[in-house]
């Protein structure tokens, strides 16, 4: 489940600084997240010989970044390559060069937004040391109202010390203005999921992402979108994608009823467990692996399935739906590898069961997104149920043998396994090959 809750704490002081704005908006803060409320900005301070839980800092350099980099923060999934740029974007330690702000990474999903920081070992030139490991998932809409209730109250105090001082005021009646336009909204989603600042895009790469939405569908377009940074040709590299999906010569029939919603505070790997769980049971999958045969007859599609021919972005697959109810979908094939077809073919039922019936595209992507995690984890429990995976390494071990055991036996990558045994506490992380500084979750 997730943690819920963030809080910003200010206690107001009176400010040494020569800006009357920022010597207004001096302030004891304190940040704290999680169900336990993990103080954030714990620090120990070298100067004033304490170890405290908030940081004296002028506010209003926060509230300014939090304001221009609203959308990406609300929107942008974590990045498999953590740039100069993304880090700007996403990263408290990005708010100012003059204050030791904490190296706390924000990020979404789209459900849910991570916070995520290391203690530090050694003190910084201000003298000053975080000392909290953070790690928690807040509702999104938990994270708005959190984020509003801090800027409302940064923009009170301005107020009441200078009524002509609109600093934060201007920039705030612009977001407020984008958040209530459907159509602002919309272009500023768009792109805040290609990793792209608002208002910065041209107008032709606005029209292509908007048209991607138009044709697979809402969710499904923004999961497109968000897939764009990491294909070689970008939002024209989707559009060839989504035309290769209409084109391709392999169908299968995904006949599956739209799931209902997530429980509430229900992560997407979560989710994706539950209702793997209830789809084995369904259909009579027994309690360990499943055949080829079961899963082709699940699909109406003979395994193995013929790859896909001409120059394709594995950075976007999926299926094409032919609009006809109880139809079949169209899918491109990229791997001619068994068990990688299986995880494919599992993963594209996860996205027929929660993506509408009018929406034609179903996308499988590496963005992490909720929409993504959910299909990862509803195909790792499909085809290598926790439950017999644990079993099976309880007797074979979970070394580099045991683990290339697993994979034959449930017929999936050796990753696949690691993943759910990273993921289920059985092996630490460091068995995970990553990319970034923090493992994605």
């Known amino acids: 489940m997730s943690d819920s809750t963030l809080k910003f704490d200010l206690a107001w002081h009176v400010g040494a600084s020569q800006d009357p704005v920022e010597r207004a908006t001096f302030a004891a803060l304190t940040i704290t997240a999680g169900p336990d409320q993990i103080p954030i900005t714990e620090v120990d301070d070298a100067l004033a010989r304490t170890v405290r839980s908030s940081i004296y800092v002028p506010v209003v350099p926060l509230a300014t970044w939090l304001i221009a980099n609203w959308w990406r923060l609300r929107w942008e999934p974590r990045s498999d390559m953590l740039s100069a740029g993304w880090l700007q974007a996403h990263s408290l330690a990005a708010v100012s060069a003059d204050v030791a ?23 910084d030139v201000a003298a000053v040391r975080y000392l909290r490991d953070v790690e928690a998932r807040i509702a999104s809409l938990d994270y708005e109202r959190a984020i509003d209730g801090f800027l409302a109250q940064v923009e009170a105090r301005i107020a009441s010390f200078s009524s002509g001082a609109r600093v934060i005021a201007d920039l705030l009646e612009e977001l407020r203005e984008e958040r209530a336009d459907p159509q602002l909204a919309r272009a500023c989603k768009l792109q805040a999921l290609a990793g792209i600042d608002p208002g910065v895009a041209p107008d032709s790469w ?20 968000a897939a764009v940074p990491a294909l070689r040709e970008g939002v024209d590299g989707a559009r060839h994608a989504i035309t290769s999906m209409q084109n391709a ?58 790859m896909t021919q001409g120059p394709l972005d594995r950075g976007l697959r999926g299926g094409f739906r032919d609009g006809t109810p109880g139809g079949r979908t169209r899918v491109l094939v990229t791997s001619g590898l068994l068990q990688q077809q299986r995880f494919y073919l599992g993963r594209l039922i996860a996205a027929a069961m929660i ?59 050796e990753h696949m396994v690691l993943t759910a045994l990273v993921n289920n506490h059985k092996i630490g992380r460091h068995r995970l090959p990553s990319s970034g500084s923090f493992a994605a979750a």
């Not at 034609?360 to 195909?379: C, D, G």
């Not at 290598?384 to 999936?412: M, N, Q």
């Open 249 to 306: 010569p392999t169908s299968v029939r995904l006949t599956v009823e739209n799931a209902a919603a997530a429980v509430p505070g229900e992560l997407p790997w979560q989710r994706g467990r539950r209702l793997a769980q209830a789809f084995r049971r369904d259909r009579a999958a027994g309690d360990g692996r499943v055949s080829d045969k079961w899963l082709g007859d699940c699909l109406d599609v003979r395994l193995p399935m013929p």
């Open 355 to 413: 993506t509408a019936e009018d929406e034609r595209v179903l996308p499988v992507t590496n963005a992490q997104t909720a929409y993504q995690k959910f299909e990862r984890s509803f195909a790792t429990e499909l085809l290598c149920p926790w439950a017999a995976l644990e079993a099976y390494t309880d007797e074979h071990g979970t070394d580099e043998e045991g683990v290339a055991a697993a994979a034959t036996h449930f017929e999936v990558s």
């Open 206 to 225: 606005l029209r292509a992402a908007e048209s991607i939405v138009d044709q697979a569908g809402a969710i499904s377009g923004a999961e497109v979108v």
């Open 101 to 123: 702000w904490p190296a706390l990474q924000i990020t979404s999903d789209g459900d849910f937004i991570k916070l995520e920081a290391r203690a530090e070992r050694i003190r």
